[in-house]
């Protein structure tokens, strides 16, 4: 048990962490432009289970709130983001990263 007294705080810390490194090492590595938005979606899903964590610990309900902004932000960014991907696959017949590049001209 740890100082505040609350047994599942470090394992959801832990897990939090675990979800934003998995998602920031998929987007480093991968090259599907769906894989990334997942990756991104994994980070914001560990960033809200740790703002929910610190505010269970602090017994403070302002990361809660900031969490229900974020999960709005990532819906309207799911959104957007596959409104892109299928305008890309109409233009261009693929959806990666390697010919993004050609969206300039």
Request: aromatic share 6%; glycine share 10%.
């Given at each position: 048990?740890?100082?505040?007294?609350?047994?599942?705080?470090?394992?959801?810390?832990?897990?939090?962490?675990?979800?934003?490194?998995?998602?920031?090492?998929?987007?480093?590595?991968?090259?599907?432009?769906?894989?990334?938005?997942?990756?991104?979606?994994?980070?914001?899903?560990?960033?809200?289970?740790?703002?929910?964590?610190?505010?269970?610990?602090?017994?403070?309900?302002?990361?809660?709130?900031?969490?229900?902004?974020?999960?709005?932000?990532a819906?309207?960014?799911?959104?957007?983001?596959?409104?892109?991907?299928?305008?890309?696959?109409?233009?261009?017949?693929?959806?990666g990263?390697?010919?993004?590049?050609?969206?300039?001209?």
């Amino acid at each position: 048990m740890n100082h505040v007294g609350d047994p599942y705080i470090f394992p959801a810390l832990i897990t939090g962490a675990a979800l934003f490194s998995v998602g920031l090492a998929g987007i480093t590595l991968r090259r599907s432009l769906i894989a990334i938005l997942m990756c991104i979606e994994l980070m914001l899903t560990g960033v809200n289970l740790t703002l929910v964590t610190f505010a269970r610990a602090n017994q403070d309900l302002n990361g809660q709130i900031m969490v229900f902004f974020i999960v709005t932000v990532a819906a309207a960014e799911g959104a957007i983001g596959l409104g892109l991907l299928i305008a890309l696959y109409r233009n261009m017949k693929e959806v990666g990263t390697s010919h993004l590049n050609q969206m300039k001209e």
